[in-house]
């Protein structure tokens, strides 16, 4: 599959939507990016890639499925969903994770993952880390390894990337933005 468009102009899609969800948020909204079939081809393919091997996608509850599932069914691999807390129905591992907002908790079955397995966790955005942070964690105490950590785009003042290399200090973060 190859680029069917330019990687700025599909990112130039992504919209600014003040206030949401509570006051002082700049929420980031994809929808425009998802409805365009060439955009979002192009940040698939621009997010599946990656100098390591991995044999699934890991993608963070909600957008992180969106674009998770796409990458992983580009690259012929399998898909784990890193869920809020209660919505799987297996026995999970969790995480309690802080928010640029407030806190939240995800979850994977235990055996989404093991040993042999080589993950690429994806999400829409890097803010402060901790969703990121949680879903490494959850990874890594599942036995896997982690080949990237991949998002749409970061908001640096709140430095995430920062947070997770102080935890993670080899593990390779990508931004498209």
Same mark, same amino acid.
């Given at each position: 599959?190859?680029?069917?468009?330019?990687?700025?102009?599909?990112?130039?899609?992504?919209?600014?939507?003040?206030?949401?969800?509570?006051?002082?948020?700049?929420?980031?909204?994809?929808?425009?990016?998802?409805?365009?079939?060439?955009?979002?081809? $192009? @940040?698939?393919?621009?997010?599946?890639?990656?100098?390591?091997?991995?044999?699934?996608? +890991?993608? *963070?509850? =909600?957008? #992180?499925?969106?674009?998770?599932?796409?990458?992983?069914?580009?690259?012929?691999?399998?898909?784990?969903?890193?869920?809020?807390?209660?919505?799987?129905?297996?026995? $999970? @591992?969790?995480?309690?994770?802080?928010?640029?907002?407030?806190?939240?908790?995800?979850? +994977?079955? *235990?055996? =989404?993952? #093991?040993?042999?397995?080589?993950?690429?966790?994806?999400?829409?955005?890097?803010?402060?880390?901790?969703?990121?942070?949680?879903?490494?964690?959850?990874?890594?105490?599942?036995?896997?390894?982690?080949?990237?950590?991949?998002?749409?785009?970061?908001?640096?003042?709140?430095?995430?990337?920062?947070?997770?290399?102080?935890?993670?200090?080899?593990?390779?973060?990508?931004?498209?933005?």
């Amino acid at each position: 599959m190859e680029h069917v468009m330019e990687l700025s102009q599909a990112l130039s899609l992504i919209r600014d939507i003040p206030d949401f969800p509570q006051p002082g948020i700049l929420f980031k909204d994809i929808t425009p990016l998802l409805a365009n079939g060439d955009a979002f081809t $192009t @940040i698939t393919a621009a997010l599946a890639e990656c100098t390591e091997e991995y044999s699934c996608v +890991a993608g *963070i509850e =909600a957008r #992180g499925f969106i674009v998770g599932a796409a990458m992983a069914l580009h690259k012929g691999v399998g898909f784990i969903p890193l869920r809020k807390v209660g919505k799987l129905p297996h026995q $999970t @591992i969790s995480k309690k994770y802080g928010l640029e907002y407030g806190t939240d908790v995800i979850e +994977a079955h *235990i055996d =989404a993952v #093991g040993p042999s397995d080589k993950v690429l966790i994806v999400d829409d955005v890097l803010a402060t880390g901790g969703t990121l942070i949680a879903a490494i964690e959850i990874i890594q105490e599942l036995g896997a390894s982690i080949s990237e950590v991949v998002v749409l785009f970061e908001i640096e003042g709140l430095k995430g990337r920062e947070k997770i290399h102080s935890r993670f200090p080899n593990l390779r973060v990508r931004s498209l933005v």
